[in-house]
């Protein structure tokens, strides 16, 4: 039953990817639809209320320009109602207003779809700042992210000068894909018992006379856009364990195709705009692939269960369940953990930190190789970078100019993409680093041995490719965590994407080389092999040593 | 193919300002009407639901939620797994031991001499662990259904209620897999618990 259920997610996720894919390529495509007719007057008016008077396309730089500015204000402006929260409305337990380093960590972690929360969520913060910065800055985030991904697709499948219209691909995001989705889902929600209220905190009196608190608030709404956005902040500490987040294990399959189906249906649209089908199922086939080792590593690992405990002579027949819920078991928690690090959402339905060594390392691989699926965009996009840089190493095998979809693949692109593959180990392996050396990083590690190695790595690893997941018990609401992991986070999100554009806006600009019998295809098996080849080669050769210190170590000691 | 965007106006000022309207506009749109629209509709058409799935006794007053687990001091009840914080439903996690934490292991060994004074009937081999893991969420409602199952005899012992009977309201409050297929089948210790607590009297 384990396995037959894991399989039915997988196979009504694979039979998704086709019309969802096409929806989405439909509203970026910018050609007259059937749609417009449902969203034209709404954009029409939220295009007159921000002053956007005409639609051109833009170069990649005001593409960049654009984002970036918009970004700015919205981080601002962020800042700002955390720090006075107390004053605003919408506040009834009275929650006073977040200090400075938190404040920071906080609004650079949703803005930039990590969503790594250092605060606790029912203590934290009033609804109102749930709702005006958190739930807003799940769909502004994920908006532009898929504008960026979709950008750079233009850039690499058309030609000209320009990239699309970042406004109007931001506006679209929200008015055709996540706001009309997410009111669906919440409401589904809330129809599978997630609650959905203004109130405070209800008292109630237990069966054994004792008193208990139980916090609700507007759940379900952040519930919906946390996991379409893959933002995967959570209403709670517990996240998407808490009962009131994810009540069962019919929740939790909507929860996992709702963060899943949208960064799974990139490659297709892909495919469409490079006008070769074909094309974009090879990307997703690689990123199924290393999905599949990914989960495997997980599921068996937690079924096989902690061998501590195992050896105490209870039933362990079930798994490692510390950490883990009921309803859930094994294989729906394994999925879960398996599709939040993937698609790097960073909601967890069971505690990262408590799996057994090499669960935790399938999650943490998942990140480090920042390319299967893929948050809002950025896994596409991520993928299709190692998609060039395969291009390249074999056409340095066979000695000729590498092309990718006509394109001639020359120095500045290749300095381009090497700036984004080596800048993600540079902020994860640095900052780890200086985490150990220094009483202000160690002084958090809450698990001992291998395992605060671990710890740490997976929080800067978390940060850079913006999941947001933690081993939660790392104690990490202090100013030295709050702001290197800040930092860590924005370099995370910026730099790759600042790159990637720029690739885009060359490519663009280029002549196209005609295809002949000697042109390397990127469209077939072979292909399929050289960029699951490329990221793992990469990918192992940059980790391994940390891995080794850190989930292996443990392993090897637990037995 | 793309044409450049070359006409007047389109500097980095005029687009500050547009991402200034942009930001106002999405924060009004997307963190005040979009969550209050869905609150309205959930209070609406579900209010059960949207309220948290309250549960009341036969007296009309509320227990608590059926999705919240509760602490059940008492032998005689039925009880649920390991929470750090001790169901308290103002709070949520747990104390995120790592599989080799040695705090994790002496917790795991206490419960289980605690389960061999309590259920002196049932060898330790028959006990579950999901009964003696701390859950995620440290509120997890749910046991599994053997775990109720192995607290049957203490409970028959404690009240003079029959094994049969403790095991039909199992039974009865057993969850099969969602549709079918999806999770694990599941026992709501609350509601079990309301169930047994007129049969204590």
Redesign the interface.
């Known amino acids: 039953m384990g396995i037959l259920q894991i399989i039915i997610v997988l196979a009504v996720l694979v039979l998704l990817v086709k019309p969802v894919g096409s929806y989405v390529y439909h509203v970026y495509s910018n050609e007259p639809n059937k749609t417009d007719r449902i969203y034209g007057w709404f954009e029409r008016f939220i295009y007159m209320l921000i002053g956007l008077k005409h639609r051109n396309g833009m170069t990649w730089k005001k593409y960049a320009l654009s984002f970036l500015l918009t970004n700015i204000i919205l981080v601002a402006v962020g800042y700002l109602i955390l720090r006075l929260q107390k004053y605003l409305p919408f506040n009834p337990s009275g929650i006073d207003n977040m200090e400075e380093t938190l404040s920071f960590n906080t609004i650079v972690s949703f803005m930039t779809n990590t969503n790594l929360q250092h605060y606790s969520g029912e203590s934290g913060v009033s609804y109102f700042t749930q709702m005006a910065v958190m739930t807003m800055m799940m769909f502004t985030s994920a908006a532009t992210g898929f504008a960026i991904a979709i950008a750079f697709v233009r850039g690499i499948t058309s030609r000209g000068e320009t990239i699309g219209n970042f406004f109007e691909d931001f506006v679209k995001s929200h008015t055709r894909i996540l706001l009309p989705a997410a009111v669906i889902v919440t409401l589904v929600l809330v129809a599978l018992q997630v609650p959905q209220t203004l109130d405070p905190t209800l008292t109630v009196t237990t069966l054994e006379g004792a008193t208990q608190s139980i916090t609700m608030g507007p759940i379900a709404a952040l519930e919906s856009i946390k996991h379409l956005g893959t933002n995967g902040g959570g209403f709670f500490g517990a996240n998407s364990a808490h009962p009131f987040e994810n009540p069962s294990p019919l929740t939790n399959v909507i929860e996992i195709l709702s963060m899943w189906v949208l960064p799974a249906s990139l490659p297709y649209v892909y495919g469409r705009f490079a006008k070769n089908r074909k094309q974009g199922w090879v990307v997703f086939s690689a990123m199924m692939t290393l999905f599949l080792l990914f989960l495997s590593l997980i599921y068996f690992s937690e079924l096989r269960g902690n061998p501590a405990i195992n050896a105490l002579g209870v039933d362990a027949s079930q798994g490692s369940m510390e950490g883990k819920e009921v309803r859930f078991g094994i294989p729906q928690s394994a999925l879960f953990s398996a599709v939040t690090t993937a698609a790097t959402t960073g909601t967890v339905n069971n505690m990262h930190d408590t799996l057994t060594p090499l669960g935790g390392l399938g999650t943490l691989g998942e990140m480090m190789l920042n390319t299967v699926f893929g948050g809002k965009g950025v896994g596409l996009v991520n993928m299709l970078m190692y998609a060039i840089l395969g291009v390249f190493l074999c056409g340095l095998m066979v000695g000729r100019t590498p092309e990718f979809l006509g394109r001639k693949i020359e120095p500045r692109e290749m300095k381009l993409i090497a700036v984004a593959i080596l800048a993600h180990p540079f902020i994860i392996l640095v900052p780890t680093a200086i985490a150990f050396l220094t009483d202000l990083g160690q002084g958090s590690i809450t698990n001992p041995g291998a395992h605060g190695i671990s710890q740490v790595l997976y929080e800067y690893t978390s940060s850079a490719a913006n999941n947001g997941s933690g081993f939660e018990g790392l104690a990490d609401n202090t100013p030295f965590w709050n702001i290197t992991t800040g930092l860590v986070m924005m370099l995370g999100r910026y730099i790759s994407i600042i790159a990637m554009l720029a690739v885009a806006g060359s490519l663009v600009r280029k002549q196209w080389v005609p295809e002949t019998v000697g042109t390397f295809r990127t469209d077939n098996k072979l292909f399929y092999g050289i960029l699951i080849g490329a990221v793992l080669i990469i990918g192992a050769l940059t980790f391994l040593p940390a891995i080794v210190l850190g989930p292996i170590a443990e392993h090897l000691k637990l037995g | 193919?793309?044409?450049?965007?070359s006409?007047p106006?389109?500097t980095?000022a005029s687009?500050?300002?547009?991402?200034?309207?942009?930001?106002?506009?999405?924060?009004i749109?997307?963190?005040?009407i979009?969550?209050?629209?869905?609150?309205g509709?959930?209070?609406a058409i579900?209010p059960h639901?949207?309220?948290?799935?309250?549960i009341k006794?036969s007296a009309g007053?509320?227990?608590?939620?059926e999705?919240?687990?509760?602490?059940?001091?008492?032998p005689k009840?039925f009880q649920g797994?390991v929470s750090s914080i001790e169901?308290?439903?103002?709070?949520?996690?747990?104390?995120?031991?790592?599989?080799?934490?040695?705090d994790?292991?002496q917790r795991?060994?206490d419960s289980?001499e605690a389960w061999k004074k309590d259920n002196p009937d049932v060898p330790?081999?028959?006990?579950?662990?999901?009964l003696?893991?701390?859950?995620?969420?440290?509120?997890?409602?749910?046991?599994?259904p053997?775990?109720a199952e192995v607290q049957i005899p203490r409970i028959s012992k404690l009240t003079g209620l029959s094994a049969d009977q403790l095991q039909q309201l199992v039974d009865k409050h057993t969850e099969s897999?969602?549709?079918g297929?999806?999770?694990?089948p599941?026992v709501n210790v609350?509601k079990l618990?309301?169930d047994l607590?007129p049969l204590l009297k």
């Open positions: 193919m793309n044409k450049a965007a006409l106006g389109s980095g687009y500050a300002a547009i991402a200034l309207r942009a930001s106002i506009v999405f924060i749109l997307c963190g005040i979009y969550p209050l629209v869905c609150t509709i959930a209070q579900m639901n949207a309220n948290g799935s309250i006794d007053n509320a227990v608590g939620s999705l919240i687990g509760q602490t059940f001091a008492d009840y797994r169901y308290n439903g103002a709070g949520s996690g747990s104390n995120n031991y790592a599989p080799s934490n040695p994790m292991l795991t060994k289980i330790i081999d028959r006990l579950p662990v999901a003696i893991t701390n859950s995620g969420s440290g509120l997890d409602p749910h046991i599994t053997d775990s897999r969602d549709l297929v999806f999770g694990e599941r609350l618990n309301l607590q």
